[in-house]
């Protein structure tokens, strides 16, 4: 049976996977009271997140969850989109619009800070990177609602980013968009076209995950998108994801 989630404890003991952490991440941000923001407990073994038209999934490992009662509440929350694991994708029996892959940093090793990069550099100039860095399988976020959730997360300690500039422009970034006490979610890594080829992107990660004390790190990276480039830094394949379209 799925019933409201009033209380935080009841969220925390899904912190194990990237669904679990973005779905805590938020109730610490936003807390449990918002109406864009709402979670639900179905049986103590999955966790539903609708943060404004996207509902996020977390099913504990092993757990038997009522996929037939999840699909019939999911529509009834008012989301449109679904991100989940591939698996509960499929056991959802709901129209796959995009998947791919995760991949997990094991942050055991301690990584030397450089302090030529700036912690949280302005958002703004972080959104125009990410627009100059527009491609075919990459679209930048809108402004106003990256600029709101960013800020938001930034000053309630769930989310950092790191950057570098040259002659007051910046040149790269990356973004952890949602951390727990355990877990991180890297969301975004960007150098200026004139600036590639130079070894920046990985210098950036390691700024971020200098950062970062959580166990894990994860990604979402898109089918056949920049698998070397986070192989070679040290992140492995640990499952795949999936967004449908309710």
């Not at 918002?34 to 996207?54: G, R, S, V």
């Not at 509440?73 to 619009?97: D, E």
């Not at 100059?132 to 930048?140: H, I, L, M, N, V």
């Not at 968009?177 to 920046?200: D, M, W």
Request: aromatic share 10%; glycine share 6%; net charge negative.
């Amino acid at each position: 049976m799925i019933k409201k989630a009033e209380y935080f404890d009841k969220l925390s003991t899904f912190d194990n996977d990237v669904f679990g952490c973005r779905i805590i991440s938020t109730a610490e941000a936003y807390g449990m009271n918002e109406p864009f923001a709402q979670f639900w407990i179905q049986d103590d073994n999955t966790a539903i997140l609708k943060l404004d038209d996207c509902a996020v999934l977390s099913i504990k490992e092993q757990a038997e969850a009522d996929f037939e009662e999840l699909k019939d509440f999911i529509p009834m929350t008012g989301a449109t989109r679904v991100l989940c694991g591939l698996n509960t994708s499929k056991k959802l029996g709901i129209n796959v619009s995009d998947y791919g892959q995760i991949m997990e940093y094991n942050n055991s090793k301690e990584l030397q800070k450089n302090l030529t990069f700036e912690i949280n550099p302005s958002l703004r100039k972080v959104h125009e990177l990410l627009t100059e860095c527009e491609s075919d399988t990459f679209t930048p976020p809108e402004f106003e609602p990256f600029y709101m959730d960013m800020s938001h997360r930034i000053r309630h300690g769930t989310a950092v980013s790191v950057g570098m500039s040259e002659d007051e422009e910046l040149v790269s970034c990356a973004l952890c968009s949602a951390f727990t006490q355990k877990n991180a979610i890297l969301s975004a890594v960007a150098v200026h076209p004139k600036y590639r080829l130079k070894g920046l992107g990985h210098k950036t990660i390691s700024q971020l995950i200098a950062q970062l004390k959580q166990e894990k790190i994860y990604i979402l990276r898109g089918q056949n998108e920049n698998k070397e480039f986070y192989e070679s830094f040290g992140f492995v394949n640990c499952g795949k994801f999936a967004e449908m379209t309710v």
